[in-house]
Each structure stands twice: as C-alpha cells, then as structure tokens.
C-alpha cells in the first residue's frame, strides 16, 4: 500500500499543527510522499501566507513596500521553526528573497515561496528529503501540465522512502516558476499521487470530507463516505467546495481514489472520492445537495422561435462574445432563457439586450435577477423512480415557487432555480425531504 498525503494551510498553520501532521504521517507507513500548502490561518481573522505574500508582490510594484510584510511572513516562519526546535537556516533562506526583491521578482516565484518553505521546513522537522516541484511539474504555454510531469514525479521520488513535497507550483515552457491557481497544492498532490501510481490520495484538510447539504445552511450535515469523481465536481461546482476543482482530473483514468480527511479529527473516515462508486445505488440515489445564489435569468420571447434555425446558436454566439459562460438554457416553443452569474453579465446588460435585439428581433426581451440555483446530485437519481417527485413534492410543501428546473438527460442531477431569498428554506425543505435517500 502506497500513499500520497497532502496537507492543507490549516494543517501547516503553525508547528503545534505540524506536530499532528507529523503524527499522521508516523502512524501509517505508507504514507510517504507528502505535499503541503502554505501556512494559512490560526485564527478567524489571521493571514495566509500566501496572502501575504500578493500583497508584498502588490507593495513592491506600487512603491509602498516598507519591510513590514516580509518582517510578518518572515516572522511567521521563524515561530515555526523555533517552536519545532530545528536548526534550519531560515535567514539564508528569507536573504535569496530579499536580494529578488530587489531586482525584477517574477510573482509566481514570489507567491510560490510559501510552499516552498513550509516543504523545506516540515522536511528538516520530519528529517525526511525534500523534493522541490519546480523539478518535476512542467506546464505547457497553453497553462496544461506537460505528460512528461509524471515521468519527472517517478523518476524523482522512486528511489525516495519519503519526500516532502511543497504545492501549488512548478516551471512553466521557459524554466521559471509557474503556480496552479489558489488553491493548487491539491493539484499537486493528485499529480505526484498519479505520478508516483499510489492505491490512495488523502487529502487532509480543516472538515472531515464533503457534506451532504450546504454546511452553511444544514449545521450537522451528514458527512458523505462514498462520492464519485462526476459527483464531486457537480457539487463542487455549486459551491460544495472542499478541493480545487481541478484536483481530480490528473487522477480520472487512473482511477486512484481520494480520501478528504480532516487533521483535527483524524478518528473520522472522510469522504472517498472514487471513479466508481461501490455503494447500492438504490438505497443512497442522493449523494449531495449544493447551491449558489446570485444568477440572472435573461428571457427571450417570439413567436415562432420554434422555426428558425440558428436562433439559440445567434443568442449564446452573443454571450461568448462578451465572454460570458452561461449556466442553463432552458426552451420552450416561443422562450428561450439563458441563465448565468449576475456578476459576470453586469458590465454588459444593455449591450447584451441591444444586440439580441438588434439580431433577432424578439417580441420581449429581459433580464430578471435574483435567482438562485441548488442541485440535488446523485449518480443514482436516473436508477430510482420517484426522486424528482420527492424533490418537487418537498419544496412545494414548504411554499417555495419554483423558477426554473432542469434535469440533464444524463440524470446526474436535478437544478432547481429559486428566488435568492429562499434559498435557505429550499435547501431545509430538500434536505428534510431527500434524507431517506442520503
Ligand atoms: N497557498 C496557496 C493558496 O493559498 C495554494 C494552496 O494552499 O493550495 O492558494
């Protein structure tokens, strides 16, 4: 048994979080390829150092660095190794950045140096080698990894009985520091576990695995054990979040599972994100229920829309050219309805009417706000009959109108879009109704 661990910012706050990473790792010893984050939050209201670190970028190039930001990353990292007691040469380390300061310093390599001292300072704790990933991880121009990072990740680490490994970055077509987006260490931690064919990638993280409702809404959430990877992106996507949402795509052929657990509770199982989902289908149809707020819903109406060809393709053409991904669009004979993020179409509302109309020429055209949308997600919604009445049933009881539904063909989920004002009731009322089928 073989496995890569990956430890989040909360996880590597500081060396009191450390230690109980350490003793994670030292209780199973096929945990032997470590990522880590940066360190994050010790408190509400803390700073992660990664923040931290944009913002010097930030002070650097708009003339406002002082020192006080590097003095508080720098002393940030000298707690650390002064409470895990090591003999690291943190001032060697924290000169090469002031000496880049001083010249052109690239962001990604600035940003990337969280990570890269966490990695340096949890691998002397540990007493294990550190692998730095700028070596192994390469992104092509187009920001996709190169197939030669897993290569680099086995040719690397297999003759390695431990490696600490820092996320969030590798090099990028011209050999500099490139940085997955926020949140990257789990990308990380998917590559080296595929890289490295482990039979298991835990993520360890601040919750014990994915919820099955909105935490924030459902307070005591039941905890899902077994998620596909469909299923967690579905609900990732409707702010279910617990990973980067690209974390599972290095891992989808090869089918390693991953285990979301939780360092502050590591007695609890967490959630296992696999290719193939093992349990009965009939008896959980329902894996999660997730949503979001804040989407407009822009209506077109004409009569005979049914008879012209290119019409739906005429209004998304519009959409992409403002650069506006939409969400769904639901059709009727004479409507069509194009749903998206507020936000994403707030700087262009008129010019999107004006040019439809100025295209199309419907008979009514416009843009209501305010909706928002949740999802009931489960691979087995489309085996079970009666799942979609449920949910109808339970929000019908609860007195919500319904704005808009749309269940994919593939029946992985079914949208629900709501008035933004009742969306916690709809989610009280789906989790009430549903919980037989979690
Ligand atoms: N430290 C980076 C961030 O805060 C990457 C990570 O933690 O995964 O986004």
């Known amino acids: 048994m073989l496995k890569t661990v990956k430890f989040g910012g909360t996880s590597m706050a500081d060396a009191a979080m450390m230690r109980k990473c350490e003793k994670i790792l030292r209780s199973d010893p096929a945990r032997r390829y470590v990522v880590v984050s940066a360190p994050g939050k010790r408190f509400a209201g803390d700073e992660k150092v990664t923040d931290l670190l944009y913002r010097l970028y930030a002070e650097k190039y708009s003339g406002k660095d002082n020192g006080e930001t590097l003095e508080k990353i720098s002393s940030r990292?000298?707690?650390?190794?002064?409470?895990?007691?090591?003999?690291?040469?943190?001032?060697?380390?924290?000169?090469?950045?002031?000496?880049?300061?001083?010249?052109?310093?690239?962001?990604?390599?600035?940003i990337s140096r969280g990570e890269y001292l966490c990695a340096k300072i949890f691998a002397c704790y540990l007493g294990w080698p550190f692998a730095d990933a700028e070596k192994m991880i390469v992104f092509q121009e187009n920001g996709t990894l190169a197939e030669e990072t897993y290569d680099n990740v086995y040719a690397m680490l297999k003759d390695l009985d431990h490696a600490v490994i820092p996320g969030f970055y590798g090099r990028g077509p011209d050999g500099e520091v490139k940085t997955f987006t926020?949140?990257?260490s789990d990308v990380t931690g998917?590559?080296?576990?595929?890289?490295?064919?482990?039979?298991?990638?835990?993520?360890?993280?601040?919750?014990?695995?994915?919820?099955s409702a909105d935490p924030r809404v459902i307070k005591d959430a039941k905890t899902v054990r077994w998620i596909s990877y469909r299923e967690l992106r579905e609900l990732s996507y409707m702010g279910a979040s617990v990973m980067h949402e690209e974390a599972v795509f290095p891992l989808k052929k090869t089918g390693i599972p991953i285990c979301i657990r939780n360092t502050m509770a590591p007695e609890e199982e967490g959630t296992?994100?696999?290719?193939?989902?093992?349990?009965?289908?009939?008896?959980?149809?329902?894996?999660?229920?997730?949503?979001?707020?804040?989407?407009?819903?822009?209506q077109i109406e004409k009569a005979l829309m049914n008879t012209q060809i290119g019409f739906g393709a005429k209004v998304l053409d519009i959409f992409a050219k403002h650069?506006?991904?939409?969400?769904?669009?639901?059709?009727?004979?004479?409507?069509?309805?194009?749903?998206?993020?507020?936000?994403?179409?707030?700087?262009?509302?008129?010019?999107?009417?004006?040019?439809?109309?100025?295209?199309?020429?419907?008979?009514?055209?416009?843009?209501?706000?305010?909706?928002?949308?949740?999802?009931?997600?489960?691979?087995?919604?489309?085996a079970n009959v009666g799942v979609a009445a449920r949910v109808l049933q339970s929000i019908a009881e609860a007195g919500i109108n319904v704005r808009m539904i749309d269940a994919g063909c593939s029946e992985l989920n079914i949208i629900i879009g709501v008035n933004d004002t009742d969306y916690e009731k709809t989610i009280h009322a789906l989790y009430d109704g549903l919980y037989e089928f979690l």
């Not at 690291?88 to 380390?93: H, I, N, Q, S, V």
């Not at 696999?274 to 407009?296: D, Q």
């Open 323 to 382: 650069g506006i991904s939409y969400e769904h669009t639901p059709t009727s004979i004479d409507i069509m309805s194009v749903i998206c993020e507020t936000l994403f179409m707030e700087s262009c509302r008129n010019e999107l009417i004006m040019e439809i109309d100025a295209a199309l020429h419907p008979d009514r055209i416009f843009i209501e706000d305010g909706m928002a949308l949740v999802a009931v997600v489960g691979e087995g919604i489309d």
């Open 190 to 211: 998917s590559v080296i576990a595929r890289g490295m064919r482990v039979d298991l990638y835990e993520n360890w993280t601040d919750v014990s695995g994915v919820k």
């Open 272 to 298: 296992m994100i696999v290719a193939n989902y093992p349990v009965e289908r009939e008896k959980h149809p329902v894996t999660g229920i997730a949503g979001k707020k804040g989407f407009s819903n822009l």
């Open 77 to 110: 990292f000298q707690e650390i190794v002064c409470d895990l007691g090591i003999s690291f040469d943190l001032a060697g380390e924290l000169a090469v950045i002031r000496r880049k300061l001083k010249e052109n310093v690239p962001l990604e390599w600035l």
């Open 182 to 184: 926020r949140g990257g």
